[in-house]
């Protein structure tokens, strides 16, 4: 290549100066003005060096040509010689360039400028805040609760990354949420899985991070990856929580972020949650309160007073508390044995409505002896169940519900999905049927003899997209409804959905359960970015191994249709080797937004239970 000239290198330097954006633009605008208002003055003091009087000195000279570049205007108010004149009006015209010039860049800058901050490209300032990296239809769910959780902050702040434009964020988050109170809500535009980007949110002032597993095809590569960006950045490293979509990616996912991050197995908990929910009716609203910050949530609290004394004896210490269990060094245990003594290391796992309440009680309350029932729960007997529908996620529902029911317990699948039953694992204790079903077909449901079941659970069918899948389950609901209200037929139904816009809808169908599993996996993000001491007792929550929770007659604890406190139903429970931790009343079973479900009663409280009333425990099978 030849050597470049003088002249291409000097258009070279002023391209390079000029592509430096608007500050250089009005520097070059600047010199040229200056070299504008040199030149008039000059040729004023040449031409004309008596006006525009014969005193007006070389500073005056220059003043009135800078004046007249500045401000055009001016020329109408002078006066004098042609030269003179032809001078100011020349000068006045260039000056009328420049300035029409730097107007027009000004305005650009600021509107560059504008849009850039509309862009959410600024870097976050805040401290103490909560990181939500990601988008979906989760966000709405993970930030409403973490709002209810600051509620009584004076001042909170949620920051949010994702790959949409701000305005939008900003639009849907207010839409759904409303008025957030105290808690400052800042959307930033970005990539998760950029480092540069994730620099914008402070990411080492933040009190915790969670990371949204996002729609779309292969979303755990997704969440890896901004855990390998999160892992590889310097400085402080605040805890992560991370949603996972299938547990086989738990280990590569778990190596990718370190020991700083908790993961969660969306499709896991939620398999969980509906076999367990198709067992025990009314399970998915109580795992619901217990995961939002709406009612009652769960405290781990040390209380050195009760060091010493068994857990059963401690169920009573508590008005407005209720002890579920232990924290120990070794784990979380739910309902431990009675005679389990507390140890100075233990903590103490309570529900309560605020950690403000929890006081030990100055007396505790004296149960009814005369209106506990004494007895015990009738033997596990073989179940029939039935699944419509098939989606990802059935083969690990299945797989959990082998592990509860009884031997000889029977399964039918009835779909016309073309992967139901292909790859099941060899169950202990399930005989499988697999059938072909239209399950929005009336004709074929009936076929099916439905009244032969004790329960039933319709799937989302991953056929099609997350509305068209519930307005399928919805057409099933209703279709088995009636013919539940027609023909006097009696099993538990429970649904699984994807909206929880479309849970009103559902509730029409009067189904026992309702499962929105994008919904539990955001309240469970969301308690677990605020308390992720927490994440053992929902592990062991959602386990099938250990105590469980169950509804159980209350006709089986206390004497049905006599007033007694709520200590009494505890005592009763306690003999029984049980956790009472609320009660359900089915006349209120189809009323939101508690269903009939009633956790942490005050202990003092008087209640009077029928005998299809509930009592909610933590027992064992």
């Not at 990718?256 to 993961?263: E, K, M, N, Q, Y």
């Not at 209106?371 to 699944?387: F, M, N, W």
């Not at 308390?531 to 062991?540: M, P, Q, Y």
Request: one cysteine or more; a negative charge; proline letters at 5%.
């Amino acid at each position: 290549m030849s050597r470049a000239t003088f002249r291409q290198r000097a258009r070279y330097w002023f391209d390079n100066t000029m592509a430096k954006g608007t500050a250089a633009l009005v520097g070059w605008l600047a010199l040229v003005s200056v070299g504008l208002v040199v030149l008039m003055g000059l040729l004023v003091l040449w031409l004309t060096p008596h006006e525009p009087t014969p005193d007006t000195g070389v500073g005056e000279v220059f003043w009135l040509a800078f004046i007249h570049a500045l401000n055009p205007s001016k020329l109408a108010s002078d006066k004098g010689t042609v030269p003179f004149m032809a001078i100011m009006l020349a000068g006045s015209l260039g000056g009328l360039f420049i300035v029409s010039i730097l107007i027009g860049l000004l305005s650009n800058g600021m509107k560059t400028k504008v849009d850039r901050l509309r862009r959410g490209r600024s870097q976050v300032v805040e401290r103490g805040h909560t990181v939500v990296l990601g988008w979906s239809d989760q966000v709405a769910t993970i930030v409403g609760e973490l709002v209810k959780a600051h509620a009584s902050q004076k001042s909170s702040a949620i920051t949010i990354l994702a790959d949409r434009d701000k305005p939008t964020m900003e639009e849907e988050l207010r839409e759904r949420l409303g008025d957030t109170g105290r808690t400052r809500i800042v959307c930033r535009t970005g990539r998760p899985t950029e480092p540069r980007d994730l620099e914008l949110m402070n990411l080492g002032a933040a009190r915790s991070i969670v990371v949204i597993s996002p729609e779309g095809d292969d979303p755990d590569a997704h969440v890896m990856k901004i855990l390998l960006a999160l892992a590889k950045r310097s400085g402080n490293h605040p805890p992560v929580v991370a949603a996972l979509t299938s547990g086989r990616n738990l280990a590569a996912a778990r190596l990718a972020g370190g020991a700083a991050v908790h993961l969660v197995d969306s499709d896991d908990t939620a398999s969980r949650l509906i076999v367990q929910s198709s067992r025990q009716s009314g399970m998915s609203v109580v795992c619901m309160d217990l995961l939002n910050f709406d009612g009652g949530e769960i405290y781990l609290r040390a209380e050195k007073s009760l060091t010493g004394k068994t857990y059963g004896e401690a169920l009573q210490a508590y008005h407005t508390a209720t002890l579920m269990g232990l924290s120990r060094p070794n784990g979380v245990v739910l309902n431990p044995p009675m005679g389990t003594v507390i140890e100075e290391a233990d903590k103490l796992v309570l529900i309560s409505h605020d950690d403000s309440v929890i006081h030990l009680a100055t007396e505790a309350a004296k149960p009814i002896e005369t209106a506990i029932v004494a007895g015990e729960h009738p033997p596990v007997e073989p179940e029939r169940t039935l699944i419509l529908n098939w989606n990802g996620r059935a083969e690990q529902i299945i797989g959990y519900l082998d592990g509860y029911v009884a031997p000889g317990s029977t399964l039918d699948i009835a779909t016309d999905h073309p992967s139901a039953g292909a790859v099941l694992a060899a169950p202990q204790n399930l005989k499988i049927n697999v059938k072909e079903c239209d399950t929005t077909d009336r004709y074929a449901l009936e076929s099916l003899g439905l009244d032969l079941f004790d329960h039933v659970i319709v799937l989302s069918d991953d056929r099609y997209k997350p509305q068209h899948a519930d307005t399928r389950t919805l057409m099933t609901l209703l279709q088995l409804r009636d013919m539940q209200s027609r023909y006097g037929q009696r099993y538990s139904i429970v649904s699984e959905m994807h909206d929880e816009s479309n849970r009103a809808l559902a509730e029409v169908t009067e189904a026992d359960d309702i499962v929105i599993s994008d919904t539990v996996i955001g309240l469970l993000l969301a308690q677990l970015a605020e308390n992720r001491h927490l994440a053992d007792v929902f592990a062991f929550l959602f386990d099938s191994r250990g105590s469980e929770i169950y509804p159980r007659p209350a006709a089986d604890y206390v004497q049905p249709g006599v007033e007694v406190d709520f200590a009494t139903i505890v005592e009763s429970a306690r003999r029984r080797g049980e956790t009472a931790i609320g009660y359900r009343l089915v006349a209120y079973t189809n009323v939101p937004p508690h269903y009939g479900i009633v956790l942490n009663p005050d202990k003092r409280k008087r209640m009077t239970l029928g005998r299809r009333d509930s009592v909610i425990v933590l027992a064992e099978r």
